[in-house]
């Protein structure tokens, strides 16, 4: 088995659309970045590469490179699956958190934990998503995430 962690975070952008774990959120701001901002997918690639000992997603997609400029970041996560299988493992489950002030999380959590286990293949009881707001710690103008995986070898 390997264990992988992941983080990232994003500062927030007026005007652009929100995407949180592949799912469009209704949001006047979205999150800057080259891709589509989708930090919650940023950090699960990395954590699944990480657990391969893979290049991280910096590494594999840089953002000076045009092709992933507003790139979804579901391909990505894409990559980091298709990695993951060559190598014969499989994703047992994955733990994130979510940090962020705004918007709530609560009212999303369902849909992203089901948008989630369509791209990653396994079951939602495999997924926890906790959203947790900063209680004053740090400045409040994006989202972050930490997130674990465990990988197996596949049977
Ligand atoms: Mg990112």
Known sequence: MRVGFGFDSHEFEE?????????????????????????????????ILGALGAPDIGELFSDEDDRWKGAPSELFLEEAIKRMRERG??????????????????????????????????EESRISLKGKRR?????????????????????
């Open 89 to 122: 493992y499989r994703l047992i489950n994955l733990d994130c958190v979510l940090i962020a002030d705004r918007p709530k999380i609560a009212p999303h959590k369902s849909k992203i934990r089901k948008r989630l286990s369509e791209l990653l293949g396994i």
């Open 135 to 155: 209680e004053g710690f740090c400045e409040s103008e994006g989202i972050a995430c930490m997130c674990v995986v465990l990988l197996g070898e596949e049977r």
């Open 15 to 47: 005007g652009k659309p929100l995407m949180l774990g592949g799912v469009r959120i209704e949001s006047p701001y979205g999150l800057k970045g080259h891709s589509d901002g989708d930090v919650l997918l940023h950090a699960i690639t990395d954590a």
